[in-house]
């Protein structure tokens, strides 16, 4: 992906408030951070869907989809990423 860094992760289990962006509103968060950490993965039972999550003054930043991080993140990649609402 031409990041800075890869994190595997065993589990992921995120919560709280979620906001869910577009690629290009993403990208502009992700711009935000000097080193951003992006948490990568996959989430869905039966249809499996792509999703990169970037914690964001105490929210989470989720974009649902294939996407290309720019250079210096820091990513975490969940090999069971769960999003739950509680």
Partial sequence: MGCGMEVEAQ???????????????FLKFVKLKETPIVVVGETGTFKKIKVSILPYEGALIIYRGEIELPEGCIIVKAENLTISVR
């Fill in 11 to 25: 589990k992921v289990i995120a919560g709280g408030l979620m906001i869910y962006v577009d690629r290009d509103t």
